[in-house]
């Protein structure tokens, strides 16, 4: 397969997919659901290819797509990979088929309009992986906040409107601002080579000044801006207050995409945008970053533990790994942002296997409240072994990927912060300990309830869902190197080290 439009294959086919579907009756059901679920497979494959041509020794972009859109402004249709935005696509496009097959019976309603949105945006987040022009990153991102803001207010729960207009109104607060930013760039790089370029390339040659104080210095301002639509996204705490929400209410297919990669695009802008468009300014804040993320991961685990409703226990969860992210990126070795980023793609399958598995009995109970079961182990013992998994991934045991990536984060950062990881290391024990606690509770209290004897197993559907989670689970623990190697030189380039 040639690969000058592969990058393009890959953002487009959904979305291409998703708008002829509008076409086609809404009485044709069947069709829209093979159909998308085809279209995902078909950009799973276009980002394998990507995965066996790529040179991960070769830290600048490669298979890189360049054309003018408006060239007076100097904004271009520019695409390009390395090895950090590769493991990212390959997450993202791993997922997108395993929404559609876990979704196959669960949503009844307008099907047509939930795929469309599905795949529109899987073009949005994908597209802002590969972005390599500022601009186009910044439609690519605001693209995702719609077709997301349907699936949760039209597919969600009984507060879907509240937590969809929640989540639109957090998102827009921050990217709002980083809009400004990037022009402003923009203006700087102008008035510095007297060209107009939102190239990622030509932005990274602005000299941006640092200035005394916060305002009175364009870069610590820039870098806030960025850093608050990227932090909303993560969400770090304080800005967290609308991912349970949005968690909660939404269908089992938005939250695996939301826990699994819509998270990531937070962290991977600090990566990709902040630290190297900003570098004094990333030092400066590095402190303030260091303590949220603690504070994060500590406050994620002690409100896990206290819910309830599993779904909602899962969704602090994310809190919590995504403090252990924001750590790794802000220790700022190298060993430490490969972790970081190594644990994007280990929460995104974790967590999405809890999802999708949290998922498998609401569809059969209606519910998930934890007092609502128990003994499950006994009645549904493939669907325990599942959950067992997911369960030990998302809690670190050594040799599966969850592990692997905390030790990355802890080990790289303690040289340079020791105090930071002491307290972080806490919330690796109440996360063993709020994660078993679930475990216990839901399935081997005693079966008391009878509605719970007569629960089926997982189906050969459910378990084709779950499978290509559990296999990368084993395979990052086992050999972490495989996919390490792919973002070795593009993290050494961005960092510096």
């Known amino acids: 397969m040639p690969t000058d439009f592969l990058l393009s294959a890959i953002v487009?086919?959904?979305?291409?997919?998703?708008?002829?579907?509008?076409?086609?009756?809404?009485?044709?059901?069947?069709?829209?659901?093979?159909?998308s679920l085809l279209a995902s497979v078909a950009t799973l494959v276009f980002a394998a290819v990507a995965w066996s041509r790529i040179d991960p020794a070769n830290a600048s972009f490669q298979f890189v797509e360049a054309r003018t859109w408006l060239p007076s402004l100097g904004i271009g249709y520019r695409l390009g990979m390395d090895g950090i935005s590769l493991v990212l696509v390959l997450l993202t496009a791993l997922l997108q088929p395993i929404v559609f097959i876990s979704s196959w019976r669960s949503i009844h309603d307008k099907v047509k309009g939930y795929v469309v949105a599905m795949l529109l945006l899987e073009t949005g987040v994908l597209?802002?992986?590969?972005a390599t022009d500022m601009f186009l990153f910044y439609v690519f991102w605001e693209l995702m906040l719609v077709p997301m803001y349907f699936i949760i207010g039209v597919w969600g729960g009984e507060r879907r409107i509240y937590a969809a207009v929640k989540f639109v109104l957090f998102t827009l607060a921050g990217s709002l601002l980083m809009l400004v930013?990037?022009?402003?760039?923009?203006?700087?790089?102008?008035?510095?080579?007297?060209?107009?370029?939102?190239?990622?390339?030509?932005?990274?040659?602005?000299?941006?000044?640092?200035?005394?104080?916060?305002?009175?210095?364009?870069?610590?301002l820039l870098f806030a801006a960025f850093a608050l639509a990227f932090a909303i996204k993560v969400p770090i705490f304080p800005l967290h207050t609308w991912l349970p929400d949005?968690?909660?209410?939404?269908?089992?297919?938005?939250?695996?995409?939301?826990?699994g990669v819509l998270l990531k695009l937070g962290t991977y802008g600090l990566l990709?945008?902040?630290?190297?468009?900003?570098?004094?300014?990333?030092?400066?804040?590095?402190?303030?970053?260091?303590?949220?993320?603690?504070i994060g991961i500590v406050y994620g685990a002690l409100v896990a533990w206290a819910q309830k409703d599993m779904k909602k226990l899962v969704a602090y969860s994310s809190v919590t790994h995504m403090g252990f992210i924001v750590l790794g990126l802000f220790a700022g070795t190298l060993t430490s942002t490969q972790g970081a980023l190594?644990?994007?793609?280990?929460?995104?399958?974790?967590?999405?296997?809890?999802?999708?598995?949290?998922?498998?009995?609401?569809?059969r109970r209606h519910t998930r409240m934890i007092e609502d079961f128990g003994g499950l182990a006994a009645v549904m013992p493939l669907y325990t072994g599942a959950f067992l998994i997911a369960t030990l991934s998302s809690i670190g045991l050594p040799g599966l990927n969850g592990f692997v990536g905390e030790f990355l984060i802890l080990t790289g950062a303690f040289p340079r912060h020791p105090a930071v990881v002491a307290v972080a290391a806490t919330g690796v024990v109440l996360g063993a300990v709020y994660m078993l606690s679930l475990v216990r509770r839901v399935f081997w209290n005693p079966l008391a309830i009878e509605a719970n004897r007569s629960l089926p197993d997982l189906t050969w559907r459910e378990v084709l869902?779950?499978?290509?989670?559990?296999?990368?689970?084993?395979?990052?623990?086992?050999?972490?190197?495989?996919?390490?190697?792919?973002?070795?030189?593009?993290?050494?380039?961005l960092i510096g080290g």
């Open 272 to 294: 990709r945008f902040n630290r190297p468009l900003f570098p004094e300014a990333w030092q400066r804040a590095t402190p303030l970053f260091l303590t949220l993320a603690v």
């Open 342 to 363: 190594l644990q994007m793609v280990n929460h995104g399958l974790s967590t999405g296997a809890l999802f999708l598995l949290v998922g498998v009995v609401y569809d």
């Open 465 to 493: 869902a779950f499978a290509p989670l559990a296999f990368f689970m084993v395979w990052i623990g086992v050999h972490p190197g495989t996919f390490l190697s792919l973002s070795e030189a593009a993290v050494r380039r």
């Open 181 to 220: 930013a990037i022009i402003y760039l923009s203006f700087v790089f102008h008035s510095q080579t007297g060209t107009w370029s939102f190239a990622y390339e030509d932005m990274l040659r602005a000299s941006v000044p640092m200035g005394q104080g916060f305002w009175h210095s364009p870069q610590m």
């Open 127 to 130: 597209g802002a992986f590969l």
């Open 246 to 259: 949005a968690h909660t209410e939404a269908p089992t297919g938005g939250s695996i995409i939301l826990a």
């Open 12 to 35: 487009l086919t959904p979305g291409v997919v998703g708008l002829l579907l509008l076409a086609t009756p809404r009485e044709a059901v069947r069709l829209q659901r093979w159909v």
